[in-house]
Protein backbone atom coordinates (compact mmCIF):
# COMPACT_ATOMS: atom_id res chain seq x y z
CA UNK A 1 0.00 0.00 0.00
CA UNK A 2 1.20 3.55 -1.16
CA UNK A 3 1.82 5.65 1.98
CA UNK A 4 1.07 9.72 0.41
CA UNK A 5 1.02 12.58 3.04
CA UNK A 6 -0.93 15.61 1.99
CA UNK A 7 -0.31 19.42 3.46
CA UNK A 8 -2.58 22.01 2.86
CA UNK A 9 -2.21 24.83 5.24
CA UNK A 10 -6.67 24.93 6.30
CA UNK A 11 -9.48 23.77 5.93
CA UNK A 12 -11.76 26.78 5.54
CA UNK A 13 -13.84 27.73 2.44
CA UNK A 14 -11.48 28.38 -0.87
CA UNK A 15 -10.92 26.60 -3.72
CA UNK A 16 -7.70 24.95 -2.77
CA UNK A 17 -9.64 23.19 -0.05
CA UNK A 18 -12.50 22.14 -2.01
CA UNK A 19 -9.86 20.55 -4.24
CA UNK A 20 -7.93 18.63 -1.97
CA UNK A 21 -11.85 17.37 -0.59
CA UNK A 22 -13.10 16.41 -3.74
CA UNK A 23 -9.85 14.29 -4.57
CA UNK A 24 -9.49 12.57 -1.32
CA UNK A 25 -13.24 11.53 -1.53
CA UNK A 26 -12.29 9.46 -4.73
CA UNK A 27 -9.26 7.75 -3.74
CA UNK A 28 -8.75 4.04 -3.70
CA UNK A 29 -7.77 3.21 -0.19
CA UNK A 30 -7.47 0.01 -0.52
CA UNK A 31 -4.57 1.16 -2.67
CA UNK A 32 -3.37 4.47 -0.50
CA UNK A 33 -2.76 4.99 3.41
CA UNK A 34 -2.67 8.87 3.70
CA UNK A 35 -2.43 11.10 5.55
CA UNK A 36 -3.47 14.73 5.59
CA UNK A 37 -1.16 17.69 7.82
CA UNK A 38 -3.23 20.53 8.36
CA UNK A 39 -2.09 24.05 10.28
CA UNK A 40 -4.89 26.08 11.35
CA UNK A 41 -7.76 24.80 12.69
CA UNK A 42 -9.88 28.16 12.65
CA UNK A 43 -13.12 28.06 10.74
CA UNK A 44 -12.40 24.47 9.64
CA UNK A 45 -15.35 24.89 6.84
CA UNK A 46 -14.57 21.47 5.41
CA UNK A 47 -12.67 19.68 7.70
CA UNK A 48 -15.61 17.51 8.91
CA UNK A 49 -16.25 16.26 5.22
CA UNK A 50 -12.94 14.85 4.46
CA UNK A 51 -12.80 11.44 4.21
CA UNK A 52 -13.11 9.21 7.00
CA UNK A 53 -10.19 7.15 6.15
CA UNK A 54 -7.81 10.08 6.21
CA UNK A 55 -5.73 10.42 8.76
CA UNK A 56 -6.26 14.22 9.79
CA UNK A 57 -2.70 15.95 11.74
CA UNK A 58 -2.78 18.81 13.35
CA UNK A 59 1.04 20.74 13.36
CA UNK A 60 1.65 23.41 15.67
CA UNK A 61 3.38 26.73 14.11
CA UNK A 62 4.81 27.87 17.82
CA UNK A 63 6.03 30.73 17.65
CA UNK A 64 5.47 31.15 13.66
CA UNK A 65 4.02 33.40 11.73
CA UNK A 66 3.11 34.61 8.66
CA UNK A 67 5.26 37.75 8.67
CA UNK A 68 8.19 35.16 8.52
CA UNK A 69 7.16 34.47 4.97
CA UNK A 70 8.84 37.34 3.79
CA UNK A 71 12.32 35.55 4.87
CA UNK A 72 14.26 33.75 2.33
CA UNK A 73 12.79 30.22 2.37
CA UNK A 74 15.69 28.37 2.99
CA UNK A 75 16.50 30.20 6.41
CA UNK A 76 13.12 29.67 7.72
CA UNK A 77 13.14 26.14 6.67
CA UNK A 78 16.54 25.47 8.62
CA UNK A 79 14.84 27.52 11.92
CA UNK A 80 11.78 26.03 11.81
CA UNK A 81 11.56 22.04 12.59
CA UNK A 82 7.89 20.91 12.53
CA UNK A 83 6.96 17.79 14.46
CA UNK A 84 5.71 15.43 11.20
CA UNK A 85 5.04 11.73 11.74
CA UNK A 86 8.37 9.49 11.94
CA UNK A 87 7.36 7.67 9.15
CA UNK A 88 8.33 7.58 5.31
CA UNK A 89 5.89 8.07 2.41
CA UNK A 90 5.98 7.22 -1.10
CA UNK A 91 4.55 10.75 -2.15
CA UNK A 92 4.51 13.99 -0.17
CA UNK A 93 2.73 16.78 -1.73
CA UNK A 94 2.33 20.56 -1.45
CA UNK A 95 -1.22 21.06 -1.97
CA UNK A 96 -1.70 24.52 -0.32
CA UNK A 97 2.07 25.82 -2.81
CA UNK A 98 1.28 29.17 -1.32
CA UNK A 99 2.55 28.96 1.98
CA UNK A 100 6.23 28.54 3.36
CA UNK A 101 4.45 26.29 6.57
CA UNK A 102 3.20 23.86 3.68
CA UNK A 103 6.20 23.60 1.71
CA UNK A 104 8.76 22.84 4.80
CA UNK A 105 5.97 20.00 6.26
CA UNK A 106 6.53 17.86 2.87
CA UNK A 107 10.70 19.00 2.54
CA UNK A 108 10.73 17.49 6.64
CA UNK A 109 9.16 14.48 6.15
CA UNK A 110 11.02 11.54 4.84
CA UNK A 111 9.62 10.80 1.10
CA UNK A 112 10.66 9.14 -2.11
CA UNK A 113 9.21 12.06 -3.76
CA UNK A 114 7.87 15.37 -3.36
CA UNK A 115 5.37 17.10 -5.63
CA UNK A 116 3.69 20.84 -5.68
CA UNK A 117 0.37 21.58 -7.01
CA UNK A 118 0.03 24.71 -8.51
CA UNK A 119 -3.51 26.51 -8.31
CA UNK A 120 -3.23 29.82 -10.37
CA UNK A 121 -1.98 31.45 -13.23
CA UNK A 122 1.43 32.88 -10.83
CA UNK A 123 3.09 35.18 -13.84
CA UNK A 124 -0.12 37.12 -13.50
CA UNK A 125 -0.53 36.96 -10.32
CA UNK A 126 3.29 37.56 -9.82
CA UNK A 127 2.67 41.09 -12.63
CA UNK A 128 -0.59 42.35 -10.48
CA UNK A 129 -0.20 41.57 -7.16
CA UNK A 130 2.33 43.39 -5.31
CA UNK A 131 2.01 41.11 -2.23
CA UNK A 132 2.36 38.07 -3.87
CA UNK A 133 5.62 39.36 -5.79
CA UNK A 134 7.10 39.79 -2.17
CA UNK A 135 5.97 36.32 -1.23
CA UNK A 136 8.08 34.99 -4.62
CA UNK A 137 10.92 36.95 -4.33
CA UNK A 138 11.45 35.56 -0.68
CA UNK A 139 10.07 31.62 -1.69
CA UNK A 140 11.54 31.13 -5.04
CA UNK A 141 13.91 28.66 -3.28
CA UNK A 142 11.62 26.59 -2.35
CA UNK A 143 10.84 25.37 -6.03
CA UNK A 144 14.42 23.47 -6.69
CA UNK A 145 14.02 21.06 -3.51
CA UNK A 146 10.62 19.08 -5.69
CA UNK A 147 10.68 16.31 -7.72
CA UNK A 148 7.36 16.85 -9.68
CA UNK A 149 4.55 19.95 -9.98
CA UNK A 150 0.79 19.35 -11.18
CA UNK A 151 -0.91 22.03 -12.92
CA UNK A 152 -4.40 22.55 -12.35
CA UNK A 153 -4.83 23.25 -16.34
CA UNK A 154 -1.85 23.86 -19.27
CA UNK A 155 -3.09 27.71 -18.56
CA UNK A 156 -1.30 27.09 -15.09
CA UNK A 157 1.48 24.64 -16.06
CA UNK A 158 2.99 26.85 -18.50
CA UNK A 159 3.50 30.43 -16.76
CA UNK A 160 4.69 28.62 -13.63
CA UNK A 161 7.38 26.57 -15.85
CA UNK A 162 8.51 30.65 -17.43
CA UNK A 163 8.30 31.78 -14.16
CA UNK A 164 9.95 29.40 -11.54
CA UNK A 165 12.07 26.69 -13.81
CA UNK A 166 14.46 24.61 -11.44
CA UNK A 167 16.44 21.79 -11.61
CA UNK A 168 14.86 19.38 -14.20
CA UNK A 169 11.66 18.22 -12.65
CA UNK A 170 8.73 16.57 -14.11
CA UNK A 171 5.32 18.62 -15.15
CA UNK A 172 1.89 17.48 -15.65
CA UNK A 173 -1.48 18.68 -15.86
CA UNK A 174 -3.98 17.36 -13.56
CA UNK A 175 -7.22 19.43 -13.58
CA UNK A 176 -9.38 19.69 -10.26
CA UNK A 177 -11.77 16.55 -9.62
CA UNK A 178 -15.25 17.76 -9.77
CA UNK A 179 -17.86 15.79 -7.24
CA UNK A 180 -20.74 15.73 -9.66
CA UNK A 181 -22.81 13.75 -7.24
CA UNK A 182 -22.09 15.83 -4.64
CA UNK A 183 -23.54 18.58 -6.44
CA UNK A 184 -26.50 17.27 -8.14
CA UNK A 185 -27.46 16.18 -4.60
CA UNK A 186 -27.48 19.62 -2.92
CA UNK A 187 -29.04 21.52 -6.26
CA UNK A 188 -31.78 19.52 -5.61
CA UNK A 189 -32.30 20.66 -1.61
CA UNK A 190 -34.77 23.65 -0.51
CA UNK A 191 -33.66 27.22 -0.85
CA UNK A 192 -35.37 30.56 0.44
CA UNK A 193 -33.88 32.63 -2.46
CA UNK A 194 -36.40 32.88 -5.12
CA UNK A 195 -35.67 34.29 -8.71
CA UNK A 196 -38.18 36.07 -11.08
CA UNK A 197 -38.84 33.23 -13.98
CA UNK A 198 -39.51 35.70 -16.18
CA UNK A 199 -36.06 37.33 -16.21
CA UNK A 200 -32.58 35.52 -17.74
CA UNK A 201 -30.98 35.02 -14.47
CA UNK A 202 -27.28 34.97 -14.18
CA UNK A 203 -24.85 34.31 -11.36
CA UNK A 204 -21.46 34.43 -10.93
CA UNK A 205 -19.75 32.53 -7.67
CA UNK A 206 -16.08 33.12 -6.30
CA UNK A 207 -14.08 35.55 -3.77
CA UNK A 208 -15.24 39.44 -4.34
CA UNK A 209 -11.38 40.04 -4.99
CA UNK A 210 -9.81 41.82 -7.91
CA UNK A 211 -8.52 38.63 -9.40
CA UNK A 212 -12.15 37.75 -10.00
CA UNK A 213 -12.55 40.78 -12.15
CA UNK A 214 -16.21 41.42 -10.81
CA UNK A 215 -15.37 45.14 -11.37
CA UNK A 216 -15.52 44.36 -15.08
CA UNK A 217 -18.47 42.27 -14.83
CA UNK A 218 -20.64 45.13 -13.28
CA UNK A 219 -19.63 47.16 -16.41
CA UNK A 220 -19.96 44.57 -18.69
CA UNK A 221 -23.61 43.54 -17.45
CA UNK A 222 -24.26 47.36 -17.22
CA UNK A 223 -23.79 47.64 -20.75
CA UNK A 224 -25.74 44.65 -21.82
CA UNK A 225 -28.88 46.03 -20.21
CA UNK A 226 -28.42 49.54 -22.80
CA UNK A 227 -28.79 46.89 -25.29
CA UNK A 228 -31.16 45.13 -23.81
CA UNK A 229 -34.76 46.19 -25.18
CA UNK A 230 -36.80 44.49 -21.93
CA UNK A 231 -34.22 44.54 -19.79
CA UNK A 232 -35.06 41.20 -18.29
CA UNK A 233 -32.07 40.20 -17.03
CA UNK A 234 -30.16 39.79 -13.20
CA UNK A 235 -27.41 39.03 -12.16
CA UNK A 236 -26.15 37.17 -8.79
CA UNK A 237 -23.06 37.65 -6.65
CA UNK A 238 -22.45 34.22 -4.85
CA UNK A 239 -19.36 34.52 -2.64
CA UNK A 240 -17.95 37.36 -0.25
CA UNK A 241 -14.71 39.18 0.09
CA UNK A 242 -12.29 42.51 0.37
CA UNK A 243 -13.94 43.70 -2.57
CA UNK A 244 -17.73 43.81 -1.36
CA UNK A 245 -18.04 47.64 -0.30
CA UNK A 246 -16.71 48.60 -3.81
CA UNK A 247 -18.89 46.06 -5.69
CA UNK A 248 -21.93 47.40 -3.81
CA UNK A 249 -20.83 51.01 -4.56
CA UNK A 250 -20.00 50.35 -8.61
CA UNK A 251 -23.67 49.21 -8.91
CA UNK A 252 -25.23 52.02 -6.64
CA UNK A 253 -23.22 53.92 -9.35
CA UNK A 254 -24.29 52.54 -12.46
CA UNK A 255 -28.18 52.23 -10.83
CA UNK A 256 -27.87 48.68 -11.19
CA UNK A 257 -29.55 48.11 -7.71
CA UNK A 258 -32.57 46.38 -8.90
CA UNK A 259 -30.80 44.35 -11.21
CA UNK A 260 -27.46 42.93 -9.32
CA UNK A 261 -27.74 41.26 -6.02
CA UNK A 262 -25.49 40.22 -3.84
CA UNK A 263 -26.16 36.73 -1.78
CA UNK A 264 -22.86 36.82 0.23
CA UNK A 265 -20.95 33.27 1.41
CA UNK A 266 -23.30 30.12 0.68
CA UNK A 267 -22.70 26.87 2.68
CA UNK A 268 -24.73 25.25 -0.60
CA UNK A 269 -24.65 27.20 -3.68
CA UNK A 270 -25.74 24.93 -6.09
CA UNK A 271 -29.31 25.20 -5.28
CA UNK A 272 -29.55 28.55 -5.88
CA UNK A 273 -27.34 28.02 -8.92
CA UNK A 274 -29.81 25.32 -10.66
CA UNK A 275 -32.22 28.20 -10.53
CA UNK A 276 -30.23 30.22 -12.67
CA UNK A 277 -30.05 30.40 -16.82
CA UNK A 278 -26.46 31.41 -17.00
CA UNK A 279 -23.51 31.45 -15.67
CA UNK A 280 -20.93 34.13 -15.97
CA UNK A 281 -17.16 34.69 -15.31
CA UNK A 282 -14.50 37.44 -16.09
CA UNK A 283 -11.90 36.96 -13.99
CA UNK A 284 -8.76 38.46 -14.71
CA UNK A 285 -6.89 35.25 -14.35
CA UNK A 286 -7.54 32.03 -12.92
CA UNK A 287 -6.33 28.79 -11.96
CA UNK A 288 -8.87 26.68 -13.72
CA UNK A 289 -11.95 27.72 -12.60
CA UNK A 290 -13.80 24.71 -10.59
CA UNK A 291 -17.04 26.72 -10.46
CA UNK A 292 -17.24 26.92 -14.74
CA UNK A 293 -17.36 23.32 -14.66
CA UNK A 294 -19.75 22.91 -11.88
CA UNK A 295 -22.03 25.31 -13.79
CA UNK A 296 -21.58 22.83 -16.84
CA UNK A 297 -22.49 19.98 -14.50
CA UNK A 298 -25.81 22.04 -13.49
CA UNK A 299 -26.88 22.25 -17.34
CA UNK A 300 -26.38 26.28 -16.96
CA UNK A 301 -25.52 28.44 -20.32
CA UNK A 302 -21.45 29.32 -19.52
CA UNK A 303 -20.24 32.51 -20.20
CA UNK A 304 -16.43 33.34 -20.19
CA UNK A 305 -13.89 35.51 -21.69
CA UNK A 306 -12.10 34.34 -24.42
CA UNK A 307 -8.33 33.81 -22.27
CA UNK A 308 -10.29 31.77 -19.55
CA UNK A 309 -10.74 28.82 -21.95
CA UNK A 310 -6.49 27.98 -20.96
CA UNK A 311 -7.61 27.16 -17.76
CA UNK A 312 -10.79 25.04 -18.24
CA UNK A 313 -10.46 22.94 -21.79
CA UNK A 314 -14.38 22.24 -23.50
CA UNK A 315 -16.13 25.31 -22.53
CA UNK A 316 -16.60 28.54 -25.08
CA UNK A 317 -15.05 31.67 -24.67
CA UNK A 318 -16.55 34.94 -26.16
CA UNK A 319 -14.68 37.96 -27.40
CA UNK A 320 -17.80 39.95 -26.27
CA UNK A 321 -20.06 38.05 -23.74
CA UNK A 322 -22.83 40.46 -23.54
CA UNK A 323 -23.39 39.35 -27.69
CA UNK A 324 -23.75 35.61 -25.82
CA UNK A 325 -25.96 36.45 -23.13
CA UNK A 326 -28.38 38.37 -25.74
CA UNK A 327 -28.96 35.62 -28.42
CA UNK A 328 -29.57 32.65 -25.05
CA UNK A 329 -32.94 31.97 -24.06
CA UNK A 330 -34.04 30.03 -21.31
CA UNK A 331 -34.40 26.46 -21.65
CA UNK A 332 -34.53 23.13 -18.91
CA UNK A 333 -31.39 21.86 -17.50
CA UNK A 334 -29.80 18.46 -18.39
CA UNK A 335 -27.50 17.20 -15.57
CA UNK A 336 -23.45 16.81 -16.76
CA UNK A 337 -21.88 13.57 -14.54
CA UNK A 338 -18.36 14.97 -16.66
CA UNK A 339 -17.77 10.81 -16.50
CA UNK A 340 -14.92 11.08 -18.86
CA UNK A 341 -13.50 13.68 -17.56
CA UNK A 342 -13.44 12.84 -13.48
CA UNK A 343 -12.16 9.49 -14.88
CA UNK A 344 -8.92 10.86 -16.60
CA UNK A 345 -8.07 12.79 -13.32
CA UNK A 346 -7.77 9.72 -11.57
CA UNK A 347 -5.96 7.36 -13.98
CA UNK A 348 -3.79 10.74 -14.05
CA UNK A 349 -3.66 10.45 -10.10
CA UNK A 350 -2.84 6.91 -9.76
CA UNK A 351 0.06 7.50 -12.56
CA UNK A 352 1.49 10.06 -10.30
CA UNK A 353 1.48 8.24 -7.11
CA UNK A 354 2.46 4.97 -8.78
CA UNK A 355 5.39 7.10 -11.18
CA UNK A 356 3.87 4.40 -14.15
CA UNK A 357 4.12 5.93 -17.51
CA UNK A 358 1.32 6.93 -19.64
Request: aromatic share 14%; hydrophobic share 35%.
Amino acid sequence: MKKIAFFCYDQQMGGIQKSLINLLDNLDYQKYEVDLYLFDNKNPFFVNVINKHVNVIYLKMGIYHKALNCLPFNLINKIFKLKVLDKEYDCAIDFDSYQALTAMGTLQVKAKKRVMWIHNDVYLKYHSEFKYRIYHISMKKKYQYFDTFVGVSDGVIGPFKALNGSNNPQYMVIPNYIDTKEIEAKSKLKTDIKVNKKTYNLVTVGRLTYQKGFDILINEFKKLLDKSEDKLYHLYFIGDGEERKPLENLVNKLKLSDYVTFLGRLTNPYNVMSKMDGFVLTSRYEGQGMVILEAKALGLDIFITNHLTQYVSDVKGYEDIKEGILKAKKHPHQFNYLKDYNNKIMKDIDRLFTDEEE
